[in-house]
């Protein structure tokens, strides 16, 4: 059987707000991709806000994605298309202090000249009733070139806070 190794290719820790945070020129020497976050937007508000992702910068309708969500007292899903995928919720400065999200992105294939299908699980956790949330996502990208660069931005007109992580790992079967 083959083993697993994961090296950390890129990382970044804000130490100033940020519209987006971008991954580019990902070395193509590996099997997978796994994308981690703690992130916080600068949203005022008590609320979750929607990560928005594009791969290799591209803006058309090659994404779809479907999502079995808990949020507050409510269990649901949903499936969308767009150009670029929305993924887990992340946390706002205005809902309780200091909490940041957790998000994992995992790119399987990512080197493939195929669709590829990529899994996300996250969670926002909002220490009121009314704002916790919960997702895991299936996602297709349906871009046939190799992934290169992965940018992600809060949906809205909001910032990525300060001490927000993330870290992008590859992952290669020797």
């Known amino acids: 059987m083959a083993n697993a190794t994961m090296t950390l290719i890129a990382s970044q820790v804000l ?31 008590a609320y979750t806000d929607l990560l928005f992702v594009q791969l290799n910068s591209d803006t058309t309708s090659n994404y779809s994605e479907t999502r079995i969500y808990g949020f507050s007292t409510t269990a649901g899903s949903s499936r969308t298309s767009s150009s670029g995928f929305l993924a ?21 294939n990512y080197t493939s000249t195929s669709t590829k299908q990529i899994w996300s699980f996250g969670v926002a956790e909002q220490n009121d009733t009314s704002n916790a ?10 871009g046939t070139s190799a992934i290169t660069s992965i940018s992600l931005a809060v949906n809205g007109a909001y910032n990525f806070s300060i001490n927000s992580s993330f870290y992008l790992y590859g992952i290669k079967n020797s």
């Open 88 to 108: 887990p919720r992340i946390d706002s400065a205005g809902g309780t202090a200091n909490v940041f999200s957790c998000t994992e992105f995992y790119i399987p």
């Open 133 to 142: 949330y919960i997702t895991a996502d299936a996602e297709l990208y349906r």
């Open 15 to 45: 130490s100033s707000k940020t519209t987006n945070v971008t991954f580019s020129s990902i070395p193509q020497t590996y099997t997978d991709l796994k994308l981690l976050l703690s992130a916080q937007n600068d949203d005022g508000g």
